[in-house]
């Protein structure tokens, strides 16, 4: 099946086209035609699959271009995915004049997105405490919503929103379709499914909490004393590309972050706690390439798509076990390859490791670090920044990873 052959206008096809997207993914060649026939829909598949088009695309067919009302609403759990939502919905619609789509998140001036909602967008993307806070001020109303999305579904009832986004399918119509995606379900949001939707059709692709076969996935266990050195290591030793680093605390990001910079690296850092307007400008960094490794909490485990990030580093095994595969789903997106790897401190966190391989039905494997002398090797300043030159970033392997740079690779599947 490709796109061509689907049931979408052209407008839509064009774009696909121009992007040279032929082929649908698989959740998005059963999906779309269930969303376009009105269904309620439960989309599982693994990260990366494409989840984002398969609501988009038939949102943007449907909405009803002599209604200038709020038809379409899309609730996810993180500021940076409502702006990445916005985005694709720009692009999509670049050939359909008539959609206005509104971002709607905390921590970015509300009278600026009430001005914007005052312009009547017919598509409105945001996190479920702002949603609710225009609903209140009257800024934001829905009784027009045909469609209703909730991405990530089960992280934002993780965050704890499960009260406010009730109180929004509240001021919804009772008519409305409802759909509901990501890569991982729990019983809470099955739960939630039956009381709010109708007759739902529950569309599966893969086996369900597990991850893309195209990720390896390696761990190191280490001192915990070591754990610093053992990064520090194993950046020397991996194939340059985009890194992402997970830690479970801000205050163990700005560590590593400072240790890193100790060592000749410049990371860039993502956090709850930094302004909205920081934390746009550093995604925007990371997705341009200016900087090369980002490090961060699991505010940015869930949904983000930038482009080839080839390695997802776990400083800290995530508390949730789900997260592992959130994090880890960072890479290894749309077909291409990508890199696990988790530094593990303790018997009791390789016991949890071992029971998030028998979850996702994956091997992750056990390989050793170079820890010794490793503080004195500090980067040279040629390598300080790990950053993008001329449009691409330098390979330059010899002088900037040691001996044996492609040692990870090997034993690849
Ligand atoms: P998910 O929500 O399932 O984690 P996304 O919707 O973020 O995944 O999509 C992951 C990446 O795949 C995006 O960069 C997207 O543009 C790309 N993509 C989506 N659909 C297709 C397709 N049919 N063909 C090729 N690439 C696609
Ligand atoms: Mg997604």
């Given at each position: 099946m490709n796109f061509k052959d689907m049931n979408l206008i052209e407008e839509l096809k064009m774009v696909l086209k121009q992007k040279k997207?032929?082929?649908?993914?698989?959740?998005?060649e059963k999906s779309i035609p269930k969303i376009l026939e009105g269904e309620d829909v439960i989309g599982l598949s693994q990260t990366g699959t494409g989840k984002t088009l398969a609501?988009?695309?038939?949102?943007?067919?449907?909405?009803?271009?002599?209604?200038?009302?709020?038809?379409?609403?899309?609730?996810?759990p993180t500021r940076e995915l409502v702006q990445q939502i916005r985005q694709e919905i720009k692009e999509y619609s670049m050939h359909l004049k008539h959609i206005r789509s509104v971002a709607v998140y905390g921590g970015a001036d509300i009278k600026q997105q009430i001005f914007s909602l005052k312009r009547r967008p017919n598509i409105v993307i945001g996190t479920p405490g702002r949603v609710l806070d225009h609903i209140k001020r009257h800024t934001l109303k829905l009784q027009n919503v045909q469609t209703l999305v909730l991405d990530e579904a089960d992280e934002m009832f993780n965050m704890g929103f499960r009260k406010d986004i009730i109180t929004i399918i509240s001021k919804t119509p009772e008519s409305r379709q409802t759909l509901l995606f990501s890569a991982t379900m729990n019983d809470e949001v099955t739960s939630i499914s039956a009381d709010y939707m109708k007759n739902p059709q529950t569309i599966k692709v893969g086996k369900q909490n597990t991850t893309l076969d195209a990720i390896t996935q390696t761990y190191f266990l280490?001192?915990?004393?070591?754990?610093?050195?053992?990064?520090?290591?194993?950046?020397?030793?991996?194939?340059?590309?985009?890194?992402?680093?997970?830690?479970?605390?801000?205050?163990?990001?700005?560590?590593?972050q400072s240790y890193l910079e100790k060592m000749g690296y410049r990371p860039a850092v993502l956090h709850g706690d930094m302004p909205q307007s920081q934390r746009t400008r550093v995604m925007n960094e990371y997705k341009s390439g200016k900087v090369e490794i980002l490090i961060t909490t699991d505010v940015a485990a869930r949904g983000i798509d930038v482009n080839d990030i080839l390695h997802v580093v776990n400083f800290d095994l995530p508390q949730n076990l789900e997260n592992y595969i959130h994090r880890i789903g960072r890479t290894g997106r749309a077909g291409k390859d990508g890199f696990a790897w988790t530094i593990l401190n303790s018997d009791d966190q390789q016991q949890k490791l071992k029971q998030i391989e028998k979850m996702i039905k994956a091997k992750i494997t056990l390989k050793r670090l170079q820890l010794e002398n490793i503080d004195e090797i500090k980067l040279e300043n040629k390598f300080a920044g790990r950053e993008k030159k001329n449009g691409s970033f330098k390979h330059k392997k010899q002088q900037n990873y040691g001996k044996n740079p492609q040692k990870f690779r090997k034993g690849r599947k």
């Open positions: 997207f032929i082929k649908p993914t698989e959740i998005q609501f988009v695309l038939p949102i943007l067919q449907k909405i009803d271009k002599d209604n200038d009302c709020v038809q379409a609403l899309i609730l996810c280490v001192p915990k004393d070591k754990k610093k050195k053992a990064l520090h290591s194993l950046l020397r030793e991996l194939e340059r590309g985009r890194t992402l680093i997970f830690c479970n605390t801000k205050n163990m990001v700005g560590m590593v």
